[in-house]
């Protein structure tokens, strides 16, 4: 929900503006003369700015306690339905078709508010949605067939946090104290062994520049050439397809909370000329999962996406390392190690689940600061255009995209990880943790077999050496070996 920190709502009709925030104990200020007057007693912290689109005058709760008459026409509107709280009673409108809710919204304005909460339209527009998507302006005019991009009636008196926060995750832009820590390694020009030495063995992120710069990719990939080549093709944009060409006209128009994500894994057979366009990272060319041929689960996308569209915090998956190159735009990541869950995460115990807020900007305005305390605090960069990040099995990380970006990411395996997929993949719930293939169960087999096929004795000789690797972890020192714990002084054997 939201923080305590101070939200200040005014003129959402502008298209952007800067807002500040005040160190006080007092409940958020919504009137004009208010503000100004907080402005002049409080201290400022730093602000942040808002994008425009209309929020329908919902306001958040703690403004109710400095507007008299104190009326939350939230309440009023829904009659004996005002003791649900907000999330059930958008659950059970979720159940409605849209003709319904549009009838609704007319019952009062607490109704007019609710049933023009913009995920239940979008919603039924993907659940109907059949042949394409053409985006009209808001997911209501997409699913009436009809362009409005009217802000529609303002009410005065309605409070809610919850559809607040959403109105605000969907408008807020990424405040510069979230962007500032740059923590990541960044190496160029250096060689394939001190890369597996430095990084990929002991399993360290680490940022690469100057290794794309042969990709003709980096030239060609704008959005005029896209459409070109790709034509009618549809890729792969959540639970829909799209051309290019939609894709690209939503991505112009869209202000909510969680931006459709093009994430195609098949785009090189789609259109055989993007997968001529790029190549594989020369730290990155040992695939094993190469040797299961068609079968291999997916492994590469492509990523194309507006500002504020990304990845939640989330772990790649199959027990893979990763790779992303970007090509256009660039990209904000945090990276906790295995043994870190990130602030806000929660994980079921066998893995298989995760509950994390709903958007990416909830995380940063409800987390990002909780991360300045851990003793192990999260990896951080921004990458640009013609760098690659490499993510290494078992990290958690979140990526959220800066500017409309276009990138290229791939999965792989190594002598590295492999062992650590073949044990993932023999896991007993491992019908639902393997992904990206139609066959869960036998893929442990069909790969140990692939391997031992291909490369004989490797799976017995990577063993061999973690076993060893291990016993020398275990092995005391040589001073555990002549101190006494006991007594707390030397001991010499002769």
């Given at each position: ?5 101070t939200?200040?709502y005014?003129?959402?009709k502008?298209?952007?503006k800067?807002?500040k925030?005040?160190?006080s104990k007092?409940?958020?200020v ?5 503000v100004?007057k ?5 201290e400022?912290d ?7 689109s ?22 009023t ?8 709280t907000?999330?059930?009673v958008?659950d059970?409108?979720g159940?409605l078709?849209g ?8 019952v ?5 508010i609710f049933?023009n909460?913009?995920?239940l339209w979008?919603?039924l527009v993907?659940e ?5 998507l ?8 997409t699913f009436?067939?009809v362009?409005n991009?009217?802000?529609g009636?303002?009410?005065r ?10 109105w605000?995750c ?7 104290e ?9 190496r ?5 062994d001190e890369f ?14 100057g290794?794309?710069e042969?990709w ?9 050439y ?8 549809r890729?792969?944009?959540g639970?829909v397809?799209m051309k ?20 195609d894994?098949?785009?090189a057979e789609k259109v055989?000329?993007?997968g001529?366009?790029?190549d ?6 040992e695939?094993?999962f190469?040797?299961?041929g068609?079968e291999?689960p997916?492994?590469?996308w ?6 504020g569209?990304g990845?939640?915090?989330h ?11 970007v090509?256009k735009?660039s990209?904000?990541w945090?990276?906790f ?8 995460v929660h994980?079921?115990?066998d ?5 994390s807020?709903?958007?990416?900007m ?15 605090r999260?990896?951080?960069c ?13 990290w ?8 409309d970006?276009?990138a ?7 002598r590295?990880n492999?062992?650590n997929?073949l044990?993932f993949l023999?896991r007993?719930?491992?019908c ?9 169960v036998n893929l442990h087999?069909?790969f ?12 017995d ?7 060893e690797?291990k016993a020398?972890?275990s ?5 555990d070996s002549?101190?006494?714990s006991?007594?707390?002084?030397f001991k010499?054997?002769?």
């Amino acid at each position: 929900m939201l923080s305590s920190k101070t939200l200040l709502y005014k003129n959402h009709k502008r298209k952007k503006k800067n807002v500040k925030t005040k160190k006080s104990k007092k409940i958020c200020v919504s009137t004009e003369k208010g503000v100004t007057k907080q402005y002049q007693e409080e201290e400022e912290d730093e602000g942040f700015s808002l994008k425009g689109s209309d929020s329908h005058g919902v306001q958040p709760l703690g403004n109710l306690y400095i507007n008299p008459p104190f009326h939350n026409s939230r309440n009023t509107g829904l009659g004996n339905l005002q003791t649900l709280t907000d999330e059930l009673v958008l659950d059970i409108l979720g159940l409605l078709e849209g003709t319904h809710l549009g009838i609704l919204s007319t019952v009062s304005k607490s109704f007019y508010i609710f049933c023009n909460h913009e995920p239940l339209w979008r919603n039924l527009v993907l659940e109907t949605c059949k042949g394409g998507l053409f985006f009209k302006g808001s997911w209501k005019s997409t699913f009436v067939g009809v362009c409005n991009r009217t802000c529609g009636v303002k009410i005065r008196d309605f409070y809610s946090d919850y559809l607040f926060q959403s109105w605000l995750c969907a408008n807020l832009e990424m405040k510069s104290e979230w962007l500032e820590r740059d923590n990541v390694v960044r190496r160029k020009g250096f060689s394939v062994d001190e890369f597996v030495m430095n990084f990929e063995e002991p399993n360290k992120p680490v940022l690469l520049e100057g290794c794309l710069e042969n990709w003709p990719a980096l030239e060609k990939w704008n959005r005029e050439y896209l459409i070109e080549k790709c034509g009618d093709v549809r890729f792969s944009v959540g639970p829909v397809e799209m051309k290019l060409e939609d894709y690209f006209r939503y991505a112009d128009q869209v202000r909510e909370e969680r931006p459709l994500y093009l994430f195609d894994p098949k785009f090189a057979e789609k259109v055989p000329q993007l997968g001529k366009d790029f190549d594989v990272p020369i730290f990155f060319n040992e695939d094993l999962f190469s040797v299961l041929g068609n079968e291999r689960p997916d492994y590469r996308w492509i990523i194309i996406g507006p500002a504020g569209s990304g990845s939640s915090f989330h772990i790649d998956p199959n027990s893979t390392s990763a790779w992303n190159a970007v090509i256009k735009g660039s990209k904000k990541w945090i990276l906790f190690p295995p043994d870190v869950v990130p602030p806000g995460v929660h994980p079921s115990p066998d893995g298989a689940e995760v509950a994390s807020p709903v958007s990416i900007m909830e995380w940063f305005m409800n987390f990002y600061n909780a991360t300045k305390n851990l003793k192990k605090r999260p990896i951080e960069c921004v990458c640009k255009a013609g760098e690659v990040i490499f993510v290494p099995n078992g990290w958690w990380h979140l990526v959220i995209n800066l500017e409309d970006s276009i990138a290229i990411t791939q999965n792989f395996v190594s002598r590295r990880n492999l062992l650590n997929v073949l044990e993932f993949l023999k896991r007993p719930n491992a019908c639902t943790l393997v992904s990206g293939t139609s066959d869960r169960v036998n893929l442990h087999d069909k790969f140990k077999s692939a391997i031992e096929a291909y490369l004989p004795g490797t799976i017995d000789e990577l063993t061999l050496k973690a076993e060893e690797k291990k016993a020398q972890q275990s092995k005391p020192s040589f001073w555990d070996s002549v101190t006494d714990s006991k007594a707390g002084a030397f001991k010499f054997s002769f």
